[in-house]
């Protein structure tokens, strides 16, 4: 098991950054401005090293996130974001958080990342925009635990997102969404059975780590929205979303309902 060491890099907070900073249970500080845009001696971060992550580094890693939009100083709903976040637990590397109104952008994040999107992370002293780039590097870097998934497993899962996508948006119960979700979940069904519990066996990988936030969001918004709900046909399935679920990485980093219900209205409602 590992062990936390709470390690505040000076002695106590200031009332503006007890405004701006919210110390979480394992260490994790949110911020809504970037560490290198406070002024020196004003902020201090609190960071957490992990006896189990031999090659963590120093100071934690600086990541922008998509801030809630329903409770000020939360993390929101972006899958994307819990991906990293999740490969950042799940390594035991120590992070701050820098909160992002997406509806808003600051300047400062504009300057980060042109295209405006989140997560990014400050990596070697650059910042380093899309999960898929953020989560190989971070598994080049920092190997264990190992959370590579081999080649040939990569793919599985990967077109329930979009499924899921055609399924909420749809207006017309004939038009054969509900179906391809249905032939997506049931392929899935059938591998994690032959495989599981997990898509590569018995531990946990990085395609888990992208898969698991992207059905979260798609259990909240289909029960929500449509009332649907992973059918009792579909076993593992259904065993996997639990497994994942209650991990306490997922659990540290998932969005709450609220905001995954709101970050998709708009399309539900196109
Ligand atoms: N391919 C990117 C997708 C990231 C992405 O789409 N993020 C959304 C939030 S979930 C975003 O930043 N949207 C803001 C915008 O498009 O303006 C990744 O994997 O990181």
Wanted: glycine share 4%.
């Amino acid at each position: 098991m590992s062990t936390a060491r709470i390690q505040p890099t000076a002695s106590a907070l200031s009332t503006t950054i007890k405004h701006h900073l919210r110390p979480l249970r394992n260490g994790v500080v949110f911020t809504t401005t970037p560490r290198h845009l406070t002024r020196h001696g004003t902020k201090r971060a609190l960071s957490v090293s992990m006896s189990a992550s031999a090659s963590a580094p120093p100071i934690p890693f600086e990541i922008c996130v998509k801030a809630s939009v329903t409770v000020p100083d939360k993390l929101g709903d972006c899958p994307f974001c819990q991906r990293v976040l999740l490969t950042l637990e799940e390594k035991q590397l120590p992070y701050d958080l820098n909160l992002v109104d997406l509806a808003n952008k600051p300047e400062w994040f504009l300057k980060i990342n042109a295209d405006g999107k989140v997560p990014v992370i400050k990596l070697d002293e650059k910042w380093v925009a899309d999960s898929d780039i953020i989560t190989q590097a971070l598994e080049d870097k920092y190997p264990e635990p190992p959370l590579g998934t081999p080649p040939e497993k990569a793919s599985i899962g990967s077109k329930i997102f979009s499924t899921f996508i055609g399924f909420l948006k749809s207006k017309d119960p004939n038009d054969g969404t509900e179906q391809a979700l249905l032939n997506e979940l049931s392929s899935f069904n059938d591998h994690l059975k032959d495989n599981g519990p997990f898509i590569n066996g018995k531990d946990v990988s990085a395609v888990d780590l992208s898969l698991g936030p992207k059905l979260y969001h798609l259990e909240i918004a289909l029960g929500h929205y449509k009332n649907w709900f992973i059918p009792d046909s579909l076993p593992y399935v259904q065993s996997y979303t639990k497994n994942i679920f209650s991990r306490d990485s997922f659990i540290k980093t998932r969005a709450l309902p609220e905001d995954v219900i709101a970050g998709w209205r708009p399309k539900v409602l196109a």
